[in-house]
């Protein structure tokens, strides 16, 4: 029997994507390289825990949940989370920025400094720009104001970051419009703390890095693992989660937030075997097998 191995998730390098394995085995993905992995026949999908702790319960966890973690450890881990506004002490200085994920699709968020732009490649930001940087507190408020005066989200659906990425404009400067636009408006308003520093618009691209020039449109988007299912296909792009795969049936969107919680197995290829969310005309999506 193959030994199976367990997914921790997608994570950005300097060299590019990379999945980790627990154990800390890490396998970088360029373009063209064979995606390909089985999961274990009669497994069950189970809670990674929370905090670098194991789930006590080894709950099971639905197939298309995209945190794999039970109620009790999504609830843990949101609590030590930046994100979750709960944590008001943090020293460490933070940057706000401008996230373009396509047109009509320019959001609002913060990171720490120390990051860099890996916030922004985790979440798939075909560009940014940084607009300031100081304490978390002074980062939150700015990033409040910019939500409530100029009505920029701070939350974008991957779906609707998906079904873009093939559509993209071509030239750099139309990607960085509506960046440049909204960082200009932005720095013009009243009531920034005084202790956020505000930065120049320098944007930066991520066009290249996420191989998207030139990338086919999705047929669909896997909707789940399942236990004795395959998942196989080349690397075309990857953003943010998203791994792109070109299949026999067409290029096919894999979240790899669906991956931990599952034992995996090598495979050698064969076709796509797991439930894909087709892409049917606009208005619509079915599930079914390729």
Known sequence: MAQAWKCSGLR????????VWDGGRRSALTWGKRVAFGVAEGGVRTCVGARGHACPARVAVPGRSTGARCEECARLDRAHSVAADTIADDPRPYHVYLAWFGPGMTKVGITAVERGSARLLEQGAVCFSWLGAGPLMAARRTEELLRAALGVPDR???AEKRAVR??????AADRAGEVAELHARAVGLGGWPESLVREPLRVVDHVDVFGLDGLPGAVGGVSELVAGGVV???LVAAAGPDLHL???????VLDTRLMPGWELVPAAGGELSVPVRVREAPGGVQDGLF
Do not use: F, N
């Open 232 to 234: 196989s296909g080349e």
């Open 12 to 19: 950005w390098s300097a060299d590019g994507p990379v999945l």
């Open 246 to 252: 070109a299949t026999g049936g067409g290029v096919v």
């Open 166 to 171: 093939a559509a993209l404009p071509q030239a």
């Open 156 to 158: 974008i659906p991957y």
